[in-house]
């Protein structure tokens, strides 16, 4: 059951990070307009474009899982942060989405063995 619920989640994330990033990429969904509003040019809408897919594609890769979370937590992460601080805009979407990806990436992350 765990295991199924991990990749329905991982699935929904990298699908729909997959959408997020392409936007940036091929500025469609009015990211031009949101980028320049944040204010620090369109190199960061590539660049977060460019981790929003690697972050997803990594999703789906079997033991890189936990890195494409990681990433995505920071990217959307700062989404979060910047939406209060530069756009002044309610951050729920993103902090969902943080919250979301730090649950992939906790339930994924590597487990240390003890050597005796």
């Known amino acids: 059951m765990k295991k199924t619920a991990i990749l329905v989640l991982k699935v929904l994330?990298?699908?729909?990070?997959l959408l997020i990033g392409g936007a940036k990429?091929?500025?469609?969904?009015?990211?031009?307009?949101?980028?320049?509003?944040?204010?620090?040019?369109?190199?960061?809408?590539?660049?977060t474009g460019v981790l929003d897919v690697i972050g997803a594609v990594l999703l789906f890769v079997?033991?890189?899982?936990?890195?494409?979370?990681?990433?995505?937590?920071?990217t959307v992460g700062?989404?979060?942060?910047?939406?209060?601080?530069r756009l002044h805009q309610?951050?729920?979407a993103p902090l969902v989405l943080t919250m979301l990806a730090?649950?992939?990436m906790w339930l994924t992350r590597p487990q240390q063995t003890k050597d005796r």
Do not use: D, H, K, M
Request: proline share 4%.
């Open 25 to 47: 990429l091929t500025a469609t969904l009015q990211t031009v307009e949101l980028f320049t509003a944040i204010g620090w040019g369109q190199w960061f809408r590539y660049l």
């Open 102 to 104: 730090a649950t992939v």
């Open 78 to 85: 700062l989404a979060t942060v910047l939406c209060v601080i």
């Open 13 to 17: 994330l990298g699908l729909l990070f």
């Open 62 to 74: 079997p033991r890189w899982g936990f890195y494409g979370a990681t990433t995505l937590v920071c």
């Open 90 to 92: 309610n951050p729920s």
